[in-house]
Nanobody, 127 residues
Framework: QLQLVESGGGLVQPGGSLTLSCAVS????????IGWFRQAPGKEREWISC????????KYVDSVKGRFTVSRERAKNTVYLRMNNLNSEDTAVYYC????????????????????WGQGTQVTVSS
């Protein structure tokens, strides 16, 4: 059974950094596309980044470009989201989702395109 487990969230001061992990079990990362999303209280789930597990293709929403970096470690079947220069607007529950890869040179940005989700991890940016 395919499962995703996120970890690495927490409380961080403005300007600080965190690295989130998304561990995939029940499937090979090379066959998957992973999307990172976040949801703040009272807001819809927002796509922020995605990565193709085989080609390494990545894409980011404009609001995190230059601050967030998504990467993969195929040997560990794990995807990471490194977040730098965090601010209060980054406070949210962060989720990773996955889908079978259909295009190694792109990845979808809609939540409905991802069929499996992790439980989420809370990121709070506050002084």
């Amino acid at each position: 059974q395919l499962q995703l487990v996120e970890s690495g969230g927490g409380l961080v001061q403005p300007g600080g950094s965190l690295t989130l992990s998304c561990a995939v079990s029940g499937s090979t990362l090379s066959l998957r596309t992973i999307g990172w999303f976040r949801q703040a209280p009272g807001k819809e789930r927002e796509w922020i980044s995605c990565i193709n597990g085989n080609s390494g293709y990545t894409k980011y929403v404009d609001s995190v470009k230059g601050r967030f970096t998504v990467s993969r470690e195929r040997a560990k079947n794990t995807v990471y989201l490194r977040m730098n220069n965090l601010n209060s607007e980054d406070t949210a529950v962060y989720y990773c989702g996955t889908r079978t890869t259909t295009n190694e040179n792109n990845c979808p940005t809609g939540a409905s395109s991802y069929g499996y989700w992790g439980q989420g991890t809370q990121v709070t940016v506050s002084s």
